[in-house]
Antibody, heavy 122, light 109 residues
Framework: QVQLQESGPGLVKPSETLSLTCTVSGFSISSGYYWGWIRQPPGKGLEWIGSIYHSGSTYYNPSLKSRVTISVDTSKNQFSLKLSSVTAADTAVYYC???????????????WGKGTTVTVSS | EIVLTQSPATLSLSPGERATLSCRASQNIGSYLAWYQQQPGQAPRLLIY???NRATGIPARFSGSGSETDFTLTISSLEPEDFALYYCQQRSNGPPTYTFGQGTKLEIK
């Protein structure tokens, strides 16, 4: 059974860098799939942040691209998110998820972590 | 960028009734649309992928239909646990980027 678990600081100061890690269990990241980050500001909808393939190929939301870096550590079966220059608008629940599909067309998120709340405040 | 518009924003129904939720895409996306359910305080759960395929463990009362720009999620007979938020989501052609609809809240009447 595949499980994902987010971890990282729950409080980040404005202008600093938000760093989160997603640990995957029950499945080896090296075996395939894309792995993504999605966030949800309080009382609002879902926003895709970016995704990474096990080989390291990355794709980012154009609206966040200048501030986002996603990386993978296959030895630890983890992938990570860094979001720089954060403001209060980056306060949200951050989810990691596996992106599934076939024929190399990964198109829906079939397994999600429980999410972690990150607040940006001084 | 493809925009997904969900309607209605809020749907008020009673247990046992039939629910019909809509998702409209600003461009033709074929059949590559997914639906998710989100309970308060929980992560989203995949219900439907590729417009009409139920995900593993999803009850048969949930069904999806549609193609190109117009999609529907139907819950045939509402159970108490079905009252939640529902989101549709698509993946763009070319480099994989993803967008979600703004959500429909299904509430008890």
């Amino acid at each position: 059974q595949v499980q994902l678990q987010e971890s990282g600081p729950g409080l980040v100061k404005p202008s600093e860098t938000l760093s989160l890690t997603c640990t995957v269990s029950g499945f080896s990241i090296s075996s395939g799939y894309y792995w993504g980050w999605i966030r949800q500001p309080p009382g609002k909808g879902l926003e895709w942040i970016g995704s990474i393939y096990h080989s390291g190929s990355t794709y980012y939301n154009p609206s966040l691209k200048s501030r986002v870096t996603i990386s993978v550590d296959t030895s630890k079966n983890q992938f990570s998110l860094k979001l720089s220059s954060v403001t209060a608008a980056d306060t949200a629940v951050y989810y990691c998820a596996r992106v599934d599909g076939d024929f190399d067309y990964y198109r829906y998120m079939d397994v999600w972590g429980k999410g972690t709340t990150v607040t940006v405040s001084s | 960028e493809i925009v997904l518009t969900q309607s209605p924003a809020t749907l008020s129904l009673s247990p046992g009734e039939r629910a019909t939720l809509s998702c409209r895409a600003s461009q033709n996306i074929g059949s590559y649309l997914a639906w998710y359910q989100q309970q308060p305080g929980q992560a989203p759960r995949l219900l439907i992928y590729d417009a009409s395929n139920r995900a593993t463990g999803i009850p048969a009362r949930f069904s999806g239909s549609g193609s190109e720009t117009d999609f529907t999620l139907t819950i045939s007979s509402l159970e108490p646990e079905d009252f939640a938020l529902y989101y549709c989501q698509q993946r763009s052609n070319g480099p994989p980027t993803y967008t979600f609809g703004q959500g429909t809240k299904l509430e008890i009447k």
